[in-house]
């Protein structure tokens, strides 16, 4: 039998603990409120055709060819207007294309983390971040949060006592949260970060998913030296075509293409080419609101029914858009153990610690997802998550 020794590195990699108590959740008559996936009928499936033969038409050969590390040109130009509406200032030479913003994520680990270098993250953090970054053996810090996402004071007392990589944040509709940073915070930090001159990720791959109130400007609009942004097109387009993006400051735009050489040359000029057919031609603006349709009556039927069935002492995150809720219940219950005792009722969540960086906390927390489910399902998944709920803080 072959004796595989696996690099030093893959200490690190643990199978990610979320995957491994998620693999019931595919049996029959389940209704999972744990996955974090858009849903199928928010994709643009006939209109896909259309841009397909517009791909072809217009790019012939050249939309299956190999083409520059850095992106597709047409789609890179039309993420200018994109990125101008959300705030974000970048020429097309300043956008990279990526493999999802997953493949940004990993490329940032891969160039900035030497084993033992200090990142620091919310608590609690988007988990898929922590799997991008763990392979390049950083240490995590958590910075504390509240109803309103990083304290401000928190992340100050944070690089004061330690020198910090660069900062992890996930500043509009979170995830597991879906808590928004309000814009004094954003300013706060964006002062705090150019005064200690330290690198910020601002990932944002969620904040198209608004379904009421302000659009708020990204921490990079204040603070563009300083920060990377990160965004995608798969909460807004279709995940599976991997279509990430990122706004860099030079040194690190230079690195991040010498990285994703190595990786896979480029990102698929095919489905580049469908991406920027997607934007230049104005259909993300007629897809978004039927997006929302889907969602927002299921982020009400949620919040509902946990106002109808939640027992008292439970809190929970009113987000303006996103896909999550987060709940927090009394101290001493653990979700995990009333995750295993849902499942049996057919019901599955995410119990809150697995998004934290330090083991030990949010054993009283929980992720809800809305997009994947229907309102009627939503209620009776609620409600039966209610029930086992209430058997375990009696
Ligand atoms: C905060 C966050 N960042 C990044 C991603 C990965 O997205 P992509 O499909 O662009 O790789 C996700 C996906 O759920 C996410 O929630």
Not at 21 to 47: D, T
Not at 157 to 168: D, E, G, P, W
Not at 204 to 225: C, M, N, V, W
Not at 243 to 261: E, M, T
Request: net charge negative; aromatic share 10%.
């Amino acid at each position: 039998m072959l004796q595989t020794t696996f690099a030093t590195r893959t200490a690190k990699m643990q199978s990610n603990a979320i995957r491994e108590i998620l693999k019931v959740v595919n049996r029959p008559g389940m209704v999972s409120l744990a996955g974090g996936i858009p849903a199928p009928e928010s994709f643009p499936l006939e209109l896909m055709q259309e841009l397909t033969a517009t791909v072809l038409q217009k790019y012939g050969a050249t939309a299956l060819q190999y083409d520059a590390t850095e992106g597709f040109s047409p789609l890179r130009e039309a993420l200018v207007a994109y990125l101008a509406d959300k705030h974000v200032t970048a020429s097309a030479e300043q956008t990279l294309i990526f493999s999802g913003s997953q493949g940004v994520l990993d490329a940032l680990g891969k160039i900035l983390i030497s084993p033992g270098d200090l990142i620091a993250v919310e608590a609690p953090t988007y988990v898929g971040a922590l799997s991008a970054f763990n392979p390049y053996e950083p240490e995590y810090v958590q910075i504390a949060t509240d109803d309103q996402g990083i304290i401000p004071a928190a992340l100050e007392a944070v690089l004061q006592k330690h020198t910090i990589k660069y900062i992890y944040l996930v500043p509009t509709f979170q995830n597991p949260t879906g808590r928004t940073i309000p814009l004094d915070r954003r300013q706060a930090i964006a002062a705090i970060i150019q005064e200690h001159n330290v690198l910020l990720v601002e990932d944002d791959p969620y904040s198209d998913l608004r379904y009421q109130g302000t659009a708020l400007p990204p921490i990079k609009h204040f603070a563009p030296d300083h920060v990377v942004y990160v965004s995608t097109l798969s909460k807004t387009f279709a995940p599976g075509l991997r279509i990430g993006f990122c706004v860099a400051p030079p040194d690190i735009h230079r690195w991040l293409v010498i990285a994703k050489q190595g990786v896979d040359l480029h990102t698929s000029t095919f489905n580049q080419a469908l991406a920027a057919e997607y934007l230049i031609g104005g259909y993300l603006q007629l897809q978004l609101p039927k997006i929302l349709a889907i969602y927002q009556p299921r982020q009400q039927a949620m919040l509902a029914a946990l106002d109808r069935y939640m027992p008292a002492s439970f809190q929970w995150t009113q987000p303006e858009g996103g896909m999550f809720l987060w709940l927090e219940g009394p101290a001493g219950l653990d979700t995990e153990e009333a995750y295993w005792r849902a499942v049996e009722k057919n019901v599955a969540f995410v119990p809150g610690k697995f998004f934290f960086a330090e083991p030990g906390t949010g054993n009283a927390t929980m992720r809800l997802n809305y997009t994947m489910a229907s309102e009627e399902k939503i209620d009776w998944a609620v409600r039966t998550l209610a029930e086992v709920i209430a058997e375990s803080t009696v």
